[in-house]
């Protein structure tokens, strides 16, 4: 197809195209004269990757170049590959080489989990737990018992879902992530609405006129 | 205590303290003569709080003030109060009024919750949702059977552990909602990392020394 009708199909307006295949976003088309190139569905795929990256994960053109070169040219080690993906992700912390994070450390020691300062998500999880130390609700070990075998029966479905194919599997695993945080943490506040309704005893009677097919507690 | 002990205290600078005095955020001390007053130990506490809203919340002054109001005087109806200091939490969606979100709508229907269109959580859902949805990766019925209960024992534990009192409990709420969510997200792309280095077979051995004191499979 013509550039034209990539943006019809896509929705993205030409100017933006010509910005991601200047950029090295997006492949160049076939060329079928000086002034004429030739789309194709791969590149309808690729524009709808390039969205999900820069808007919806709100990446960087550069950090969005580097997780796209990851998925056409994925290492012999996938698994470093998709740790190297991953680690483009935001909230961009930036470990240094040599520190340790205790407080990470034992919480995966809890886990039975290995510990590798080096993963990005470490020194993210050693942020996020000082930060619930100093709000006076840590991450104490029973709440540990709650939010860890939840969290990793998710992690267990999501990475059984990830593609054979290695490029498949790099594309799955950073859009997987990124996009399904703001759905599991909108279906926590969620549930959390709906738990204390029910605790409560209260604002599900004034909540207009709800729908509640079939009321299941826990 | 005079404000100098608070400063050393809390490590909050004096010019911040008394910024937070000036905006309304901390209460006065006990005037003890003009140009002195005495601060309690529920300053300390309120400084904490006020720390954890504007640094880790990363709330404006105007936004943290909201829900500082909302602890000091809660509304009869604790479940309508606890729903507006957790809408002003980021990400800020604000959802028009009579608008409809249907795949919001869908999924708490499949879960069998409310469906009230003026939760703030109702409009970040149907965005969450839409751009998991425009990435290639819904949040289907498979995905949704695991997610939901996951989530669903998450939120019970978590508002299970709310304090009686009102004041207390809006603290709670709000800062156990928002500090807990970074917490959530890094130990699932930890256990990602973990359970694909399972098995993928790979990385793990390359991980240098990590510690893994009792490796648990599911």
Not at 71 to 83: A, I, N, Q, V, Y
Request: glycine fraction near 6%; avoid cysteine.
């Amino acid at each position: 197809m013509r550039i034209s009708e990539l943006v019809e199909r896509t929705g993205v307006p030409l100017a933006t195209l010509k910005f991601y295949l200047r950029e090295g976003l997006l492949p160049a088309g076939e060329a079928t004269s000086a002034t004429r190139a030739e789309y194709g569905e791969a590149h309808v795929r690729r524009i709808a990757v390039i969205r999900a990256l820069t808007e919806t994960v709100g990446l960087s053109v550069q950090k969005a170049r580097e997780v796209l070169q990851l998925m056409d040219r994925p290492e012999d080690d996938l698994f470093e590959t998709l740790g190297k993906a991953i680690a483009a992700l935001p909230p961009s912390v930036t470990p240094e080489a040599a520190e340790d994070y205790p407080r990470a450390r034992e919480v995966l020691e809890k886990l039975g989990q290995v510990y590798d300062p080096r993963f990005a998500a470490v020194a993210q999880l050693e942020l996020a737990l000082a930060a619930a130390e100093s709000a006076g609700i840590p991450l104490d070990d029973r709440r540990l018992a709650v939010y860890g075998p939840n969290i990793r029966a998710i992690a267990e479905f999501d990475v059984g879902s990830i593609p054979r194919e290695a490029t498949a599997a790099v594309e799955y695993a950073v859009l997987g992530t990124a996009v399904h945080e703001p759905v599991l943490i909108a279906l926590r506040r969620l549930a959390h609405q709906d738990v204390a309704a029910r605790r409560l005893g209260q604002g599900s009677a004034k909540a207009g006129a709800p729908t509640r097919p079939r009321p299941k507690g826990r």
